[in-house]
């Protein structure tokens, strides 16, 4: 268990990536002004991270703005090599990065491990597309005229990452940038830093070139967000958090015409029609849920159940709930961590006290924790309806409630009705109403028959509040490109 007493380089297979510093055009970077990374488990600091001012973070993107240009000129399979090597680098130092998320972020070790390998998963794939950038020629419209079209990297693309997942939120962007011949600028969130920082200790030792990749922590995340959208050497922002502000970057980006990618707030339903396998949609339920305790885009927030199968599956969650266990995400057999901060906890608190303002009874958990940390137990409510909290807001923590319904209209419905439209599920074996449901779920993602949709081969994204653009699968890629058309007369 990392406590008061143990340091964190400690716990490492190799201290120095613990590193807290501004990676800035290939230089380790600190300033006299530091901020402090707690870890959620026990509320001790764990690190002072260097702080930078908007002006610093603009010299990074001074550094990416020159890089840049001879970046571009590397052939695609000479950036295959070295973001082949970054993969390989996260995979063998695999157990320390996801020791440093651990500490910092709270997830349970084995879930942080996990990211690790989801977020190399990119650098992997981005890797094989940096090689398959095609361009195409078309029959010209005269019969001295040739038209080609090549695709070109946008430039210096910057981002803004949330601290849910501290490693995959960057390289889900970065390597589709430098794949495409972008150079980046990475500010972290604040509670998250050092997951970002590793990131930039292993891609000098990759031999990503000085300037390709740089990372700016700063405690100021407006001002840092203002630089990039108002410094004319970005060309390219890519955002993900919350859709309050993404609201916000959009309007800042807007005064230049900026090019962005936003992966926004979700309100996933989660539907159990009565010819669902109930104990796979259990487990499935579980995964959606509970994965991170809550704190994902993707987690289920609605949970509807058909009425012929409400009180069997509502007793067989409320029996898997109970088996997960609340602790320290360095502890063995940890299901669950903390939460991220306090805030985080009165979110869950509000939106249990909403709903059983309104009638929902609450069936399982809903206790805090008497420990050090932010923690608060997993908590399933009965008798929700859509005039509650949940219904219209992303709790974003370890709270199932569920819903009854009828039939497939009412249920299609219910689940559209929301301003969001990132990830949808729901369990059924029927296989018109499979393809019915799966039509008309106004979402970017559904899962059919499953909890957990997370891959780097598809395209991840969300319609209508949820966000702009497509990460991931060979889509993630042209939103680092700018398509060029060449109009030849011969
Ligand atoms: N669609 C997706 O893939 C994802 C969506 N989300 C959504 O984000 C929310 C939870 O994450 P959370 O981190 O609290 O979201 P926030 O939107 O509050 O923060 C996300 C990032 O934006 C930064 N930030 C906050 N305000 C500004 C600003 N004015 N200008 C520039 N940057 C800013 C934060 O910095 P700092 O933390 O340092 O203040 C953080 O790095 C939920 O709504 C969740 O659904 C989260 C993850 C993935
Ligand atoms: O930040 C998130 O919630 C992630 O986008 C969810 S996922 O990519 O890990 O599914």
């Not at 929700?384 to 009854?404: C, I, N, Y």
């Not at 889509?475 to 680092?480: L, M, S, T, V």
Request: charged share 25%.
């Amino acid at each position: 268990m990392l406590d008061h007493a143990t340091n964190l380089k400690s716990l490492l297979k190799d201290p120095a990536l613990l590193e807290t510093r501004a990676y800035i055009d290939g230089a380790w970077v600190e300033t006299a002004k530091t901020f402090e990374v707690t870890n959620p488990a026990r509320g001790d600091v764990i690190a002072k991270v260097t702080d930078l001012s908007r002006e610093e973070v603009a010299t990074a993107i001074d550094a990416a703005h020159a890089a840049q240009k001879d970046w571009a000129q590397w052939t695609g399979k000479e950036r295959a090599a070295v973001l082949r090597r970054w993969f390989d680098l996260m995979m063998e130092n695999q157990d320390d990065l996801g020791t440093i998320m651990t500490a910092e972020q709270g997830k349970p070790l084995a879930e942080a491990k996990g990211e690790v390998a989801y977020g190399a998963s990119f650098v992997e794939f981005f890797a094989e597309e940096a090689k398959r950038i095609y361009g195409e020629t078309i029959p010209g419209h005269a019969r001295d005229k040739r038209i080609t079209v090549i695709k070109q990297p946008i430039g210096v693309a910057a981002s803004i990452t949330p601290w849910n997942f501290p490693n995959a939120m960057i390289t889900r962007k970065a390597a589709p940038a430098l794949a495409a011949g972008c150079a980046f600028v990475a500010r972290p969130a604040a509670e998250t830093p050092l997951s970002a920082i590793a990131l930039g200790v292993l891609a000098e030792r990759a031999g990503i070139p000085a300037g390709v990749f740089n990372v700016v922590p700063s405690s100021s995340s407006s001002e840092v967000g203002k630089e990039f959208c108002e410094n004319p050497k970005v060309r390219k922002l890519t955002f993900t958090g919350s859709t309050e502000v993404g609201r916000i970057l959009l309007r800042q980006a807007a005064d230049q015409v900026m090019k962005c990618s936003m992966e926004l707030g979700g309100n996933a339903p989660f539907i159990v029609f009565d010819d669902a396998d109930l104990d796979a949609a259990v487990e499935g339920a579980i995964v959606c849920k509970f994965r991170n305790n809550g704190q994902t885009c993707v987690c289920a927030n609605r949970i509807y159940v058909q009425d012929g199968v409400y009180d069997a599956f509502a007793e067989k969650l409320v029996a898997a709930v109970g088996k997960l266990k609340v602790g320290d995400g360095l502890e063995e057999g940890t299901d669950l961590g903390p939460l991220i901060n306090q805030k985080a906890i009165d979110k869950v608190q509000e939106h249990i006290a909403d709903a059983g303002s309104k009638g929902a009874t609450v069936v399982y958990g809903s206790e805090t924790q008497d420990r050090d940390g932010t923690f608060f137990g997993p908590t399933v409510v009965t008798g929700a309806t859509k005039d509650m909290a949940f219904s219209t807001e992303e709790t974003f923590g370890p709270l199932a409630p569920l819903f009854r319904f009828r039939d497939e209209d009412e249920v299609i419905a219910l689940a559209n009705d929301t301003i969001f439209g990132l990830a949808s599920y729901f369990y059924a074996r029927d296989l018109s109403r499979v393809y019915k449901v799966a039509e008309a779920l106004e979402y970017g993602i559904v899962g059919v028959n499953t909890g957990l949709i997370s891959t780097e081969l598809a395209p991840f994204g969300g319609v209508k509040q949820s966000g702009l653009g497509r990460e991931g699968s060979h889509h993630g890629i042209e939103d680092y490109l700018e398509m060029k058309y060449i109009c030849m007369t011969v």
